[in-house]
């Protein structure tokens, strides 16, 4: 199984956050910062912001502007080296969207993430021939070749394995719509399969599945969504449309997202009762 690894997306999110906590501590604002070292204003706000990579000698530059001792340039090295190491989903990037090979760098050293889906089975809990049933379904509006597909299907096991099957693994909450279980994608034997697959992976110890049921109030409005929470980060709230992807990381969002996951948490069926309506459509599948 993969082992747990510092992801260069988060490394390269920290580096900037740290360069923008010193700079605060001294009290400069970006543009005062850039002018002292001789740069354009929007570097230093690129840098912060994670959108620009420095080299060795920005971060040295800055640290001496800042007057950072030995150990925290140590520390601010450390992030830059860990920032430019690839991430498995790099492998992947030619026929993955850009905001979601971001999202797979976050997801990669989040501690937990809660997962409100109403239409389809979440990407890390899909089997291979539903994963591929899906993709196949969206391929004739994104225009996706054979060998995106394949790719895409490789991707979305990959990602599996690293999340839930690592060392130290995610903690995964799902509230999941009834309705997503019957929607079907492929042939009957593909939904039976990804059913049993559902109650196969509801008995591992860092993964809980609720579905919210057809009869139950449905008390928020919204859209799908993923929060991840981190060890030493903010948590980032994830939401995927048709053509784009955003990254809500405004806490008082954030807040809200997380209330909202809450609340369909509390109207949806507990960990057991829910098991017992997979194995219902698992038989249904068998007809």
């Known amino acids: 199984m993969p082992s747990q690894q510092g992801s260069p997306t988060v490394r390269r999110l920290r ?72 991430g498995w989903w790099e492998d992947y990037e030619d026929t993955l969207p850009e905001e979601y090979t971001r999202f797979l760098g976050l997801e990669a050293e989040a501690t937990s993430q809660r997962s409100w889906e109403p239409q389809i089975v979440p990407g890390l809990l899909q089997t291979e021939d539903y994963a591929r049933e899906v993709i196949l379904a969206s391929r004739g509006i994104a225009r996706i070749t054979h060998s995106g597909v394949r790719s895409r299907v490789e991707a979305r096991l990959d990602r599996q394995r690293r999340v839930l099957h690592r060392a130290h693994p995610c903690e995964l909450t799902v509230v999941l719509d009834e309705s997503a279980l019957t929607r079907r994608f492929g042939e009957p034997s593909v939904m039976r399969a990804q059913m049993e697959h559902l109650l196969e992976m509801s008995m591992l110890p860092h993964v809980s599945i609720h579905v919210l049921a057809l009869d139950a109030l449905h008390p928020v409005n919204t859209s799908a969504f993923i929060h991840l929470k981190f060890r030493d980060f903010d948590d980032v709230v994830y939401l995927e449309q048709m053509y784009a992807a955003n990254f809500v990381e405004d806490l008082g969002r954030v807040a809200g997202y997380e209330a909202a996951f809450g609340h369909l948490r509390s109207e949806a069926l507990d960990e057991d009762a829910s098991r017992v309506l997979l194995q219902r459509k698992a038989m249904l599948w068998r007809r």
């Open 15 to 86: 580096l900037g956050q740290e360069l923008r906590l010193l700079r605060e501590r001294r009290k400069l604002t970006g543009a005062k910062a850039a002018r002292e070292l001789g740069w354009s204003a929007s570097k230093v706000s690129r840098i912060e912001a994670a959108k620009t990579m420095p080299v060795a000698d920005d971060v040295k530059a800055l640290a001496e502007l800042y007057r950072i001792d030995a150990e925290k340039l140590d520390e601010l090295f450390g992030l830059l080296r860990d920032a430019e190491q690839r």
